[in-house]
């Protein structure tokens, strides 16, 4: 059974750090490019950033400079490192792992950014 297990959201202040973990199981975690997507209340799902089996990275502009995407074949598990928080960084935050005609989601961390 394919399993997406994202962990470590929550409230923080502006200008502040969280990690965020995506446990996979049920799949060959190393073939997939795994990638962070979020969605604000009333706006469309976004790519955050995504990292492909060789490491290969991509952000999105909102994001560069300040998140870093890593992954740990050896944990099956993908992070989201995310600094120099902003208001509008407010979303939940889903992990997807995708491989050929394979894709699967996550059910969502939700992260606040607010003073």
């Known amino acids: 059974q394919v399993q997406l297990v994202e962990s470590g959201g929550g409230l923080v202040q502006p200008g502040g750090s969280l990690r965020l973990s995506c446990a996979a199981s049920g799949f060959t975690f190393r073939n997939y490019v795994m990638s962070w997507h979020r969605q604000a209340p009333g706006k469309e799902r976004e790519l955050v950033a995504n990292i492909t089996p060789l490491t290969r990275t991509n952000y999105a502009d909102s994001v560069k400079g300040r998140f870093t995407v890593s992954r740990d074949n050896a944990r099956n598990t993908v992070y989201l490192q995310m600094n120099s928080l902003k208001s509008e960084d407010t979303a939940v935050y889903y992990c997807?792992?995708?491989?050929?005609?394979?894709?699967?989601w996550g059910q969502g961390t939700q992260v606040t950014v607010s003073s």
């Open positions: 997807k792992a995708n491989w050929l005609s394979y894709s699967y």
